[in-house]
C-alpha cells in the first residue's frame, strides 16, 4: 500500500464530500481505540471543523485515558478540533431501571452491549444536527464486510465510512505514519462495550491477522475442507460470523407488492 497517497486520497475525499454536501464539518465518537483514533486524525486534516465526543458508559479508565490522551494530541496539532464530554452512564442505568426485569440476567448481556452502542449514535448525531457536521464512521473493512463486528444501528449507524476499505494492519499502517500515539497503537483492539477490558479476540475467537487472511481466502472461494488445525478453525469462525451478520451487510429487506395487487 502507498501509504501517504492512500491518506492524501481519503482526507480529499472527505474534505470533497462534505464541501459537496454543504456540511460544515464532521463528529466522531473517540474511543480509545485504533480505529477512530485514524478517522478521527484523517478528519482533523481536512482542516474542517472536527467535534470529538467522549460517551463513557461504566468505562475502563484505560479506555478513557487513551481517548483523553488521543484528542488532546489532536488539539496541539490542529485548529480545527474540538471536545465534549457527555457521561452516558447516568442515561444506561435509568434505561435499565425502566426496563422489564428478566429471570435470567446474563440472558440480556448482548442486548444491553448494543444498547451502549445506539445510545452513543443517538448523541453523536444530537451533536451533528446541532452543528451542521456529519457522522464519520469507524468501521475497518474486516469489522464492517468480513465478520459484520459492530452493533446495528449503533456504530454502524452513520453517515460516511472513511476506512471502510482499509484492512486492520491497514488502519494501524496509516496510523503509526500519521503518529498516532503509541499506546493506542500497542493497545488490543476493543469494542469497549462491556465495561471491562476484553479484546475483540476474546469475543471473536480470532485475532485481525487471522481474519483478513480467511477474508482473502474467501475470495478465493476456499472451503473449510482446504485447511487443517488453526487454520481450519479460524476460517470456520470467520464463515459462521460472515453468514449470521449479513443482515448487518446487505440492505434492509423490503416487501415490493406486485403491480397488479396495486
Not at 500497542?186 to 487472511?213: C, F, H, K, M, V
Not at 487454520?231 to 415490493?256: A, D, F, G, S
Request: proline share 3%; aromatic share 10%; charged share 25%.
Amino acid at each position: 500500500m502507498n501509504t501517504e497517497k492512500v491518506a492524501e486520497y481519503i482526507i480529499n475525499w472527505l474534505k470533497d464530500y462534505a464541501t459537496n454536501a454543504k456540511i460544515k464539518g464532521f463528529v466522531i465518537g473517540v474511543s480509545g481505540g485504533i480505529d477512530s483514533a485514524l478517522t478521527s486524525t484523517l478528519c482533523a486534516k481536512t482542516g474542517l471543523p472536527l467535534l470529538c465526543l467522549e460517551m463513557p458508559i461504566h468505562q475502563s479508565q484505560k479506555q478513557v485515558s487513551r481517548a483523553e490522551n488521543h484528542i488532546k494530541w489532536l488539539q496541539e496539532n490542529f485548529e480545527n478540533v474540538s471536545k465534549t464530554e457527555v457521561n452516558l452512564t447516568p442515561v444506561f442505568d435509568s434505561l435499565i431501571d425502566a426496563l422489564p426485569k428478566v429471570e435470567n440476567e446474563e440472558s440480556r448481556f448482548m442486548s444491553l452491549a448494543n444498547t451502549r452502542a445506539r445510545l452513543r449514535m443517538t448523541t453523536l448525531y444530537y451533536f451533528a444536527a446541532l452543528n451542521g457536521y456529519l457522522v464519520a464512521g469507524t468501521g475497518n473493512k474486516v469489522e464492517d464486510f468480513g465478520v459484520g463486528f459492530y452493533t446495528k444501528y449503533g456504530d454502524g449507524g452513520v453517515d460516511i465510512s472513511p476506512i471502510a476499505d482499509l484492512m486492520k494492519s491497514e488502519v494501524y499502517e496509516i496510523a503509526k505514519y500519521f503518529g498516532v500515539n503509541k499506546e493506542i497503537i500497542d493497545a488490543a483492539p476493543t469494542d469497549g462495550l462491556w465495561g471491562d477490558n476484553r479484546t475483540d479476540e476474546d469475543q471473536i475467537g480470532a485475532s485481525y491477522d487471522e481474519l483478513e487472511w480467511a477474508m482473502k481466502m474467501q475470495d478465493l472461494e476456499k472451503t473449510a475442507d482446504d485447511f487443517t488445525g488453526r487454520e481450519k478453525e479460524v476460517y470456520k469462525i470467520y464463515i459462521r460470523l460472515n453468514t449470521i451478520n449479513q443482515h448487518k451487510m446487505i440492505p434492509i429487506p423490503v416487501c415490493e407488492i406486485p403491480d397488479n395487487l396495486k
